[in-house]
T-cell receptor, first 116, second 111 residues
């Protein structure tokens, strides 16, 4: 069974540009969540989608957005890039509706974004 | 979700058991304890999780105290490839599937 797949793995953007990152969850998983990891802030939750609906959102500005498609694949977009957006962006998928049932979350390898 | 407290770093001799502690004194009854590890530049890897009972799988064992306020992840025979940052996370108090990560424990396995 294929794991969580993220594309692209590495990219470089210029300040002010926008970027779209893609995530394909494990087959059958309907929940997709996104995280940002930086040396200074660690791993931070961005947002989570389930059946095309955003259920939870972390404390990030509106420049960070996402969506989920009917096949559970997800994209996240960052507009008007800032130098501080340079980070590893991680996607994760889950096989259940809620952690209350003891679901497991599986992470992809991430997309490394460098803003110059 | 309840917060967790872990030591910043630990060393372990290769071949010995690595015991990684985690405190989660504010854990509530329906929250699970999860352990993940992250090797540099890779995505976090799931290790094990549990609610009340001790759990064991091919990677590790999870020991949860009776009052559930702390837990220990045990890697029975640490190898150099176990060098990573280990995250203890409590999840399940909210609807949805999201984690709030702490800073984790940086485990170094020494030859």
């Amino acid at each position: 069974k294929a794991g969580v797949t993220q594309t692209p793995r590495y990219l470089i953007k210029t300040r002010g540009q926008q970027v779209t990152l893609s995530c394909s969850p494990i087959s059958g998983h309907r929940s997709v969540s996104w995280y940002q990891q930086t040396p200074g802030q660690g791993l931070q939750f961005l947002f989570e989608y389930f059946s095309e609906t955003q259920r939870n959102k972390g404390n990030f500005p509106g420049r960070f957005s996402g969506r989920q498609f009917s096949n559970s694949r997800s994209e996240m977009n960052v507009s008007t890039l800032e130098l501080g957006d340079s980070a590893l962006y991680l996607c994760a998928s889950s096989n259940g509706q809620t952690l209350r049932a003891g679901n497991t979350i599986y992470f992809g390898e991430g997309s490394w974004l460098t803003v110059v | 979700d309840a917060k967790t407290t872990q030591p910043t770093s630990m060393d372990c001799a290769e071949g010995r058991a690595a015991n990684l502690p985690c405190n989660h004194s504010t854990i509530s009854g329906n929250e699970y304890v999860y352990w993940y590890r992250q090797i540099h530049s890779q995505g976090p890897q799931y290790i094990i999780h549990g609610l009340k009972n001790n759990e064991t799988n091919e990677m590790a064992s999870l020991i949860i105290t009776e009052d559930r306020k702390s837990s220990t992840l045990i890697l029975p025979h640490a190898t150099l490839r176990d060098t990573a940052v280990y995250y203890c996370i409590v999840g399940g108090s909210n609807t949805g599937n999201q984690f709030y990560f702490g800073t984790g424990t940086s485990l170094t396995v020494i030859p």
